[in-house]
């Protein structure tokens, strides 16, 4: 359902429409999606922007970008003080252009790189404390009109939440993985080993499967970071890491467990295969110290274990007998700077989830015969249709009457789906394909939770 415009930007009840699901989201790119969906709900524009700076080079990336020409956009880069957003940056302050042919605070480069045609913007910032760390922006109304004042009056509001919910993901994000992360190597810690442990258990029985562990640690490490300072120590246990992160299997678990001691948990590994793992990593390591200066020695020590379900218990004294005697570094995790490091935090959180995108995209899609109607956005005319392609993010539907639809024309479709409850299903469609009576388009801001849709399509 498409929102009206609220008349008052202050209006509480607004809020908490935004803030139920706001509550949902369980991770910064879940809180931006919710944010810019309910941004495209209200405003409905062509093109709708959330830019976030890069503290390394001050400019703004095109971090989530909505509507059309969102490929040519996304990941692009804005430099330091160039366009309405440079400016927006710059003086701290929400912006409205009417018209940008006559505002010499526009840049035409982007529009001439993604062929988009800009008339309109309006764009605020979004502040944490007294730092600027992103930008929202919205180009074009699609129904021609303009943006207006009450418009920005209330996507300034929005946005002082936004920034808000944003900080709340932000710090609960980076708590978390302080509880289980390490965050000098970006492997797991001490407590993530004993998570991984305990939940394994229950499995370990079930099946009755062995699993191995390998322990590494560093030779003189203790003495390495005396005479050449933590930050040499650092970097030697920086490299270690990423050494096990390219050699392990995919489906092995790496810990720092303390100091300079890792720990690989193995599962279904027998000792044999153990062995032969440990000398993998040895000839891995076996040139290691020569990446450093020549009188840093530091060699990798690798001692395997393999435990029958009944030995979990006696992990942890292995474990105790072979720290007792070391000297263990103690490295401070702090929680980074919002302003500074969310762009790269989401980056990261985007890239661990690339995998199970991939999978999820496979399964994308789904052959259907669902009944419906169509009605142009912008002019009067209407038809029945059957649906007979549905994702999350796609319809496909073969158009029963004659029809004069066109590639890049708007349709509100609607369609009912076939499960249990008769689920009525509402969207707005851009038209990017139609060929003899076969219409396809992309759904035009589609919800981020959508339960319906979801169970129907997957289940």
């Known amino acids: 359902m498409i929102h009206e415009i609220v008349e008052n930007p202050n209006d509480f009840s607004f809020f908490i429409e935004l803030g139920k699901p706001l509550s949902k989201a369980k991770s910064i790119k879940e809180t931006f999606d919710v944010i810019m969906y309910q941004i495209g709900d209200i405003f409905q524009p062509e093109n709708w922007s959330l830019l976030l700076n890069d503290s390394k080079t001050d400019e703004m990336i095109f971090t989530i970008v909505v509507g059309n020409n969102k490929q040519d956009l996304q990941g692009m880069r804005i430099p330091k003080g160039k366009g309405i957003v440079g400016h927006i940056v710059s003086t701290g302050k929400s912006l409205i252009v009417g018209d940008v042919e006559h505002d010499r605070r526009f840049d035409v480069n982007i529009d001439k790189q993604t062929g988009f045609k800009t008339q309109s913007i309006i764009g605020v910032p979004l502040i944490t404390g007294k730092k600027i760390f992103g930008v929202i922006e919205l180009i074009n109304k699609i129904s021609g009109e303009n943006f207006t004042a009450m418009d920005l009056k209330v996507l300034s509001s929005i946005a002082e939440y936004a920034a808000i919910a944003i900080e709340r993901s932000y710090y609960n994000q980076a708590l978390q993985k302080i509880a289980w992360v390490d965050l000098l190597t970006g492997v797991n810690n001490r407590n993530g080993f004993e998570r991984a442990i305990n939940t394994r258990m229950e499995t370990l029985k079930r099946y009755k499967t062995p699993f191995s562990i390998l322990m590494l640690d ?11 300072g933590h930050s040499i120590g650092d970097e030697i246990l920086k490299k270690m890491a990423s050494v096990l992160k390219k050699t392990v299997r995919k489906t092995d678990k790496i810990f720092r467990y303390e100091g300079d001691e890792f720990i690989i948990l193995m599962p279904t590994i027998d000792k044999q295969k153990a062995g032969q793992a440990k000398q993998r990593l040895l000839t891995q390591f076996k040139d290691f110290d020569k990446q450093f200066e020549d009188d840093i020695k530091c060699h990798v020590r690798i001692l395997d274990y393999t435990l029958d379900t009944y030995d979990l218990a006696k992990l942890s004294s292995i474990l105790d007998k072979k720290l007792l005697n070391q000297t263990i570094v103690e490295y401070e ?16 959180e985007a890239k661990e989830a690339q995998n199970i995108q991939a999978e999820k995209k496979k399964k994308y899609g789904k052959k259907v015969s669902l009944q419906g109607e169509f009605t142009f956005f912008k002019i009067h005319g209407h038809g029945s249709i059957t649906v007979t392609e549905l994702s999350m993010q796609r ?10 639809i066109r590639p890049e024309d708007i349709l509100d479709v609607k369609f009912t789906l076939k499960d249990k409850g008769r689920s009525v299903i509402k969207r707005r469609v851009i038209v990017d394909l139609v060929k003899d009576g076969f219409v396809q388009g992309e759904f035009y801001n589609p919800p981020p939770y959508d339960k319906d849709l979801g169970f129907y399509i997957f289940g």
């Open 333 to 348: 995790d702090n929680i980074e700077n919002l302003g500074e490091n969310i762009q790269p935090l989401l980056e990261q």
């Open 218 to 228: 560093i030779d003189g490490f203790k003495l390495i970071s005396n005479k050449y």
């Open 395 to 404: 319809i496909g539907f073969q158009a029963s009457d004659r029809h004069e």
